[in-house]
Each structure stands twice: as structure tokens, then as C-alpha cells.
């Protein structure tokens, strides 16, 4: 009964129902990191920097990963993706040519365009590098847009270095400013800094906070503390662009899980100013 | 709009011809126990138009507590396909605070990207109002909503004259479809008469901020102590968001059938209210304690909706007041507190 002859125009379509992409490059990163390479079935991607996708594979569930590589028109894209559970361990274990569910990309993006002819200030921590390296692929490939270029990276111990080939290039490229450490090195031979990524701040001597836009991707715990070091070296909070990590269901603006205030993360952000949220009390 | 008059009688009589045409589920209020729930009528006999409140809100016809969105076979990416199943169905009898609700249902599952899931639901629904004819003891819509806003939604609007005549308010051309064949007759009625009849039951409270006044006001207030000693009660059972007309969280799980042929990812409603909601990757929770739990939620319907929408988020339905079991969930409750505290 009530059988229906709606003439709704557009339910020929849902905002919930995935595209397919297939994985065309796999490579473990470190015991838990996985790097992917996938290629939409039907278009590109279209994403920018530091936006996400939806991903999900059938009778698991779906989760929000950001996007690595910087934005393309081809049909490929990059991602590393992190076992933390069923469909994380699920996608770990497919092969080249087997297929997932993408929707999106969806969120806010790293402010390149606005960002040219200022010098930049990346600060990484963890799996944080994932999306800020879309920001960083793309500066590197228009380096003149830019002025200096910093990169901060750091994590747990040596076991943890996520895309250790382009870490070990920006070191040595003349025209980056590459510093790198772990919170430990126990059992290891690393023979690099360590400690928190907040001890190679005051390493930056020559950053100017002026003309200097820091992007800060990482761990909830991170951002407090790198925050209060960009305030002691001078930055203002509309110098400073933070990634936001939040519960994500839709990823469109519905489910609520992504709210903060009247924020929602899936869609106001998850790139923000930091003079944006500031006021925002549980923003970070 | 045209205003119309019908009997009772010849009202229900007309109901009853829809149920029998069977072209259109006709749900409206029903007696259960000794409260009243949004139901499908096999007879308009069961039709209930004098009622106080209904235990859970007609949202549950455009966003079903379990929804199925994407159908599929497990662990194979290609095969998912798009669910979205809606029907015909008429609700009748709704009151203008959930008429309210509904519009805010409809601006934020249309507005960015549409979610056709509600939104063809909406589309097969022909809603008709009515304005209440019993008090509720926790309810206080009239300070919270625009007495406009119900028509932006409504199709018809139902006003019980007496215990045999109703007036009949045509908004649109959906409503004036469904009296098609209905024994109605022009209205001779004056609008102060008609005035009167909409207003008869008067609320016992009124919320005293509108949405100009109310977010500041709130926002003021984020760090008072209210939030910590009225959360400290909070048992995270949720049920003040279920029952809410203007609550539309959900969460989104996938089901597989036992014999593994064929699965379904499901959204089921949700809530801030619950412990698990802002739970993120490694654990972290961005709302561990049950007062920042209770002060988002209050915030939803006092400051992020008015800002959004220039319409308070709350409509004053009273339904988490009378459902909530440590008697802290209502707006008024909040204000009545916060001043005591002072
Ligand atoms: S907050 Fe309470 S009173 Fe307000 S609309 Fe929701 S259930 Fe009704
Ligand atoms: S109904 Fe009351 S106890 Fe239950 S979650 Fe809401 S405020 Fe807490
Ligand atoms: S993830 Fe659903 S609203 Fe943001």
C-alpha cells in the first residue's frame, strides 16, 4: 500500500552511495601504515590539498582518510592508511586490483592559493603528514610560488617514519628546511634529534613570523603545545592553519558526529585558521 | 488561503475513503495507553484530534530510527546500489510546534548536499495540521516559534471549532488535492473568530529569549556552573534527543545478513547525548563529560540553530522534559536553574 509514484526529482541519487575506486599500488610504511595508491573507476578524484574521502568496503563499514597526494587530474590518488580496526584491517589486506567504496572528497583545503609569495612552516606529527603532504607535494612542485619552505616531522620512535624516500629528499633539497625527530630512540641506531616535535622550534631561528604561515597537522595532543611555541615565536592566529581530527559518520554535514559548537568538521573544515576556532573551547 | 468548513463526521468519512483508495498510507494520532503516538490508521474511527502530545515526533516518517541507505553483497565494492524507499502517506493531525520541527528537518537535510533520503520522503507527504485543543503541562511553543512558520510546511491546517465542526485552512495545491470528493462547505467564519479558535489551549511557561537574544545570551554563559551541575545528573540514555522533533543525528552501521549473501549499511538515529558520540580514532573523546554533552545539546537549540536559521532550535514541544528520568533535559529547566543559581 501507498506504493510510491513520487516524482522526486533526484532520487536517482544519494549522497551515501559510494564510487568505486581499485588499488593499483600498495606498500607497508611501518608495521601498522599502509601506503595506497587507487584509481577511481569512472572520473578523477578532484580533490584538493588536505581534503578527504569516505572510504568503505561492504558488510565492514566506511571512514574518513585524507587524501595524500597533491591535487591531479588523473584518476589516481594516495593515501595511508593506518590499521586501527576492522576496515582499516580489512583494506590492509586486498590486493592490486581489488576495489573499495569512495565518497567525496569533501572538507576545506589548505589555503595554497592565498598562502603564495609567503614562506611556509609545516609541523607534522605522526600520521599528521598524510594530508599535509598534499600542501606539500603541491609546494614543492610550484616552489617559486613560495618563499622559504620549512618542514617539521616527528613521531613516536624510528619505527613510525611514514614516506621515508621524500623525507630523506626534502633533507636533502637546498631549497626546503627540513627537521625531523622522535619522542624516542630506544632499540634503535637513529642518530637524529630527539624528542617532541615542539624541540625543533626553537631551532627555527630564521622564520619570520611576519610573512611565515604555519600549517600544523597532527595528533589532538599536539596542537596545544605547538600552538603556544608559534605564539612565543611571534605568530599571530591568523598565521597559523591547524587540521582538525573529529568523529566523522557522513562526512556531509548531517550526522552531527563532526560538531563542535556550530562547527561541523566534515564541512566547515576539517582545515581551519586557527583564528577561525580559537574561541571555539573544545575545538582542540 | 481559502478557508474552509467540514463536519467532523464528514471529515473522518473522507479519511476513510483514502485509507480504502489505499493509494496513500494515512497515519495520524492514536491513543496508547494513556498517551498518544503518531500511527497508521485502518479505520479513521481511531483518529485521535484532541490530544496533548505524541510520545515521539512524526520525524520518525522522514527519518526512520533504522533506514536502510546502501544495499550490497559483503566485501564487494561494486555491487553497491542505492537504497531510498518512500511512500505515500498522509499525516494528519500535527501540531504546529512539529510543523515547525519538520521545516527545520527539511533546511537542514535540503540545504549543502541533499540527502534524498528525506527529502523523497518528504516529497510523497501531504501534512495536515492542527492546532491543539489540550495543555501540556511542559510545554512552551508559543514562546518558541513563529506562528507563520507551521504554513511553510503544512498542506492543510485543521481547527476544531467544537466537537462536530472543524475549519479548514488550505495552504497548498497538495492540500486542496486531498479534499478533492470531501463534503467541505465555504467558511462564513471571521478571522478574530478563527483567531480565538487556533488559540484556545495557553501554555504555563514561556521560554523568555527569541533567537536574536538567545545565542548571545548563551554563549555568555558557556562556562557557568549550570551546564556541570545539572549534566552530573545525566544518565546518557539519550532519550531527550530521540524524542526530539528538531534532533536528526544518526549513526551509520553496517549489517550483514547471517547467510553473507547480501548486507546493508543502516543509519540509525543518534545523539550528543550519548558517551560514545565524539569518540574519534585512538579513543579520544572531545565530550568526555556528561556537563559538556548536556551544554552541546542546549547549545544546538539556543545558539548554533538561531544563528544559523534566525529560528530557536528548540520548538517547545516539552517531550525531553517529560521523558527525561533525572528531570534535567528541558530548555526551561536550564533557565529556571541558571537563575537560581545567580
Ligand atoms: S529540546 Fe525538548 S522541548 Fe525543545 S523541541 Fe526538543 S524535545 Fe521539544
Ligand atoms: S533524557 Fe535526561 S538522563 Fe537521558 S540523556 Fe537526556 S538529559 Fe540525560
Ligand atoms: S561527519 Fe556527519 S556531520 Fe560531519
Not at chain 1, 612552516?121 to 600520521?127: A, D, E, F, S
Request: with cysteine; glycine share 8%; proline share 5%.
Amino acid at each position: 500500500m501507498g506504493n510510491c509514484q513520487c516524482q522526486s526529482n533526484t532520487k536517482g541519487s544519494s549522497i551515501y552511495l559510494p564510487e568505486i575506486a581499485r588499488i593499483t599500488r600498495k606498500k607497508l610504511m611501518t608495521d601498522v601504515d599502509c601506503f595506497f595508491e587507487f584509481e577511481m573507476e569512472k572520473r578523477p578524484l578532484g580533490h584538493k590539498y588536505g581534503q578527504f574521502v569516505e572510504i568503505s568496503i561492504p558488510g565492514i563499514g566506511e571512514a574518513p582518510i585524507s587524501i595524500s597526494s597533491a591535487p591531479s587530474s588523473s584518476k589516481k590518488f594516495e593515501m595511508v592508511i593506518r590499521n586501527v580496526g576492522e576496515l582499516t584491517s580489512v583494506i590492509h589486506g586486498l590486493n592490486i586490483g581489488e576495489a573499495i567504496g569512495v565518497r567525496g572528497p569533501y572538507g576545506t583545503t589548505f589555503p595554497m592559493d592565498d598562502l603564495k609569495g609567503k614562506s611556509l612552516l609545516y609541523i607534522t606529527g605522526g600520521i599528521g603528514l598524510v594530508p599535509a603532504r598534499s600542501a606539500i607535494l603541491h609546494s614543492l612542485a610550484n616552489r617559486n610560488d613560495y618563499k622559504d619552505i620549512t618542514i617539521l616531522f616527528g613521531c613516536k620512535d624510528p619505527s613510525q617514519r611514514i614516506f621515508v624516500d621524500e623525507l630523506s629528499e626534502w633533507e636533502k633539497r637546498p631549497d626546503v628546511n627540513f627537521l625531523e625527530t622522535v619522542d624516542t630512540a630506544a632499540n634503535s641506531n637513529w642518530k637524529g634529534n630527539v624528542g617532541v616535535i615542539t624541540t625543533l622550534m626553537p631551532k627555527l631561528q630564521n622564520v619570520n613570523p611576519d610573512n611565515t604561515v604555519a600549517i600544523v597537522v597532527g595528533p589532538p595532543i599536539m596542537y596545544k603545545f605547538v600552538i603556544m611555541s608559534l605564539h612565543d615565536m611571534g605568530f599571530t592566529d591568523d598565521h597559523i592553519v591547524v587540521s582538525l581530527e573529529r568523529r566523522m559518520k557522513c562526512g556531509v554535514g548531517k550526522c552531527g558526529h563532526c560538531q563542535i559548537n556550530h562547527i561541523y568538521v566534515c564541512q566547515d573544515g576539517p582545515v581551519f585558521y586557527f583564528s577561525d576556532i580559537k574561541d571555539l573551547k573544545e575545538a582542540i | 488561503m481559502e478557508i474552509l468548513k467540514i463536519s467532523l463526521s464528514d471529515f473522518l468519512a473522507h479519511v476513510n475513503k483514502k485509507i480504502q483508495a489505499g493509494d496513500s498510507k494515512q497515519v495520524g494520532v492514536v491513543p496508547k495507553g494513556s498517551h498518544f503516538v503518531f500511527g497508521e490508521l485502518d479505520e479513521a474511527a481511531q483518529l485521535c484530534l484532541d490530544y496533548d502530545v505524541t510520545i515521539l515526533p512524526p520525524k520518525k516518517y522522514f527519518q526512520p530510527q533504522r533506514e536502510v541507505l546502501v544495499k550490497y553483497a559483503p566485501k564487494d565494492a561494486s555491487s553497491y546500489a542505492m537504497v531510498n524507499d518512500c511512500e505515500n502517506l498522509t499525516l494528519i493531525g500535527v501540531h504546529p510546534y512539529d510543523l515547525v520541527a519538520i521545516h527545520l528537518m527539511d533546511r537542514a537535510f535540503s540545504e549543502g548536499e541533499r540527502d534524498e533520503n528525506y527529502m523523497a520522503k518528504r516529497d510523497c507527504s501531504v501534512l495536515i495540521g492542527l492546532y491543539p485543543t489540550r495543555g501540556f503541562e511542559h510545554r512552551f511553543s508559543a514562546s518558541m516559534i513563529d506562528p507563520q512558520m507551521p504554513y511553510k510546511v503544512a498542506d492543510l491546517m485543521l481547527i476544531k471549532l467544537d466537537d462536530n465542526q472543524l475549519a479548514l485552512e488550505v495552504v497548498s495545491k497538495k492540500g486542496k488535492a486531498y479534499l478533492e470528493g470531501a463534503a467541505v462547505a465555504k467558511s462564513d467564519l471571521s478571522e478574530a473568530f478563527l483567531a480565538q479558535a487556533r488559540n484556545k489551549v495557553k501554555d504555563s511557561q514561556a521560554f523568555p529569549l527569541g533567537p536574536d537574544k538567545s545565542p548571545a545570551y548563551f554563549k555568555e554563559k558557556y562556562e557557568h556552573p549550570v551546564w556541570e551541575k545539572l549534566g552530573e545528573k545525566c544518565y546518557s540514555c539519550g532519550s531527550c534527543v530521540f524524542v526530539c522533533p528538531t534532533c536528526y543525528c544518526f549513526d551509520v552501521r553496517d549489517e550483514v545478513e547471517l547467510s553473507l549473501a547480501s548486507g546493508e549499511r543502516v543509519r540509525y538515529w543518534d545523539g550528543c547525548m550519548i558517551e560514545s558520540f565524539a569518540i574519534c580514532a585512538g579513543d579520544h573523546n572531545f565530550r568526555k563529560e556528561r556537563g559538556a554533552r548536556f551544554r552541546h545539546r542546549v547549545f544546538r537549540k539556543t545558539v548554533t540553530l538561531p544563528e544559523k536559521y534566525q529560528v530557536m532550535g528548540c520548538v517547545g514541544c516539552g517531550r525531553c522534559a517529560q521523558a527525561c528520568t533525572a528531570d534535567i533535559a528541558g530548555p526551561m529547566k536550564v533557565i529556571k536553574t541558571m537563575k537560581e543559581m545567580n
